[in-house]
């Protein structure tokens, strides 16, 4: 079964527009169609993303729904733990943790909007970086 680390923009654009291609992806996880992959560190950034009050604005939620739509999150996660074996090797410690819940999970893929974030140093490893709309095609296949 595919393995993907979804990266916090992710969520919050699942958060935000429930129509979009990153919500499609949390609906193919609850379907079990892959493995969502995340560790505890990764997540509680997730919380932290989609309980600032600009996105809680944007996606016309109340504090309770943000914590509803997170506790859905949390009950289709994979747990990963994670080794501090390869940092630095992008510029951004968020997205280094995505990096190794990626290696350490055997993911097939990180899935995230900004894509140049994180060059090519997943691709050492074999794992693709792509956008949510690539990976929901790919999933309805």
């Given at each position: 079964?595919?393995?993907?680390?979804?990266?916090?923009?992710?969520?919050?654009?699942?958060?935000?527009?429930?129509?979009?291609?990153?919500?499609?992806?949390?609906?193919?996880a609850?379907?079990?169609?892959?493995?969502?992959?995340?560790?505890?560190?990764?997540?509680?950034?997730?919380?932290?993303?989609?309980?600032?009050?600009?996105?809680?604005?944007?996606?016309?939620?109340?504090?309770?729904?943000?914590q509803?739509?997170?506790?859905?999150?949390?009950?289709?996660?994979?747990?990963?733990?994670?080794?501090?074996?390869?940092?630095?090797?992008?510029?951004?410690?968020?997205?280094?943790?995505?990096?190794?819940?990626?290696?350490?999970?055997?993911?097939?893929?990180?899935?995230?909007?900004?894509?140049?974030?994180?060059?090519?140093?997943?691709?050492?490893?074999?794992?693709?970086?792509?956008?949510?709309?690539?990976?929901?095609?790919?999933?309805?296949?």
């Amino acid at each position: 079964m595919i393995k993907l680390v979804l990266d916090t923009d992710v969520i919050v654009a699942a958060m935000r527009s429930p129509t979009g291609a990153s919500a499609a992806l949390l609906g193919e996880a609850l379907k079990k169609r892959f493995i969502l992959l995340a560790s505890v560190p990764l997540f509680i950034e997730y919380e932290a993303k989609c309980t600032e009050p600009e996105h809680l604005t944007a996606a016309g939620l109340t504090q309770l729904q943000s914590q509803i739509f997170l506790d859905g999150i949390a009950a289709i996660v994979q747990p990963v733990k994670t080794h501090y074996l390869w940092r630095p090797m992008l510029h951004d410690p968020n997205d280094e943790m995505v990096l190794e819940i990626a290696v350490n999970g055997g993911a097939d893929a990180i899935v995230t909007f900004n894509l140049k974030d994180y060059g090519a140093v997943p691709g050492t490893f074999n794992i693709e970086v792509i956008k949510p709309s690539t990976a929901i095609r790919r999933l309805r296949q």
